[in-house]
Nanobody
């Protein structure tokens, strides 16, 4: 059974940085694409970033492009989200996600992700 556990969230002032981690277990990690999503109160869960199986390809939502960086360490079964220049509108619960099917290329469609972590809260104060 696939398990995804996020960590690294917290409270930060606008302009600050946070690094989220997502530890995966339960199957081979290195051959699957991974993604990060977020959900703010009263809003739908939205795509933030995705990464291919080997990290060579990444994709970002326009709202975070140039500020966030997704990366992975397959030896540690972990995917990261480095968040810089944080804004109050980045406040949300952040989730990592993985597909059930062994898809290695970067995925940008929420419906292709089947496994989700429990989420980690990120709060950016103005």
């Amino acid at each position: 059974q696939v398990q995804l556990v996020e960590s690294g969230g917290g409270l930060v002032q606008a302009g600050g940085s946070l690094r989220l981690s997502c530890a995966a277990s339960g199957r081979t990690f290195s051959t699957y694409a991974m993604g990060w999503f977020r959900q703010a109160p009263g809003k739908e869960r939205e795509y933030v970033a995705g990464i291919s199986w080997n990290g060579d390809s990444t994709y970002y939502a326009d709202s975070v492009k140039g500020r966030f960086t997704i990366s992975r360490n397959n030896a540690k079964n972990t995917v990261y989200l480095q968040m810089n220049s944080l804004k109050p509108e980045d406040t949300a619960v952040y989730y990592c996600a993985a597909p059930r099917t062994e898809i290695g290329s970067v995925l940008v469609v929420k419906g292709l992700y089947d496994y989700w972590g429990q989420g980690t809260q990120v709060t950016v104060s103005s």
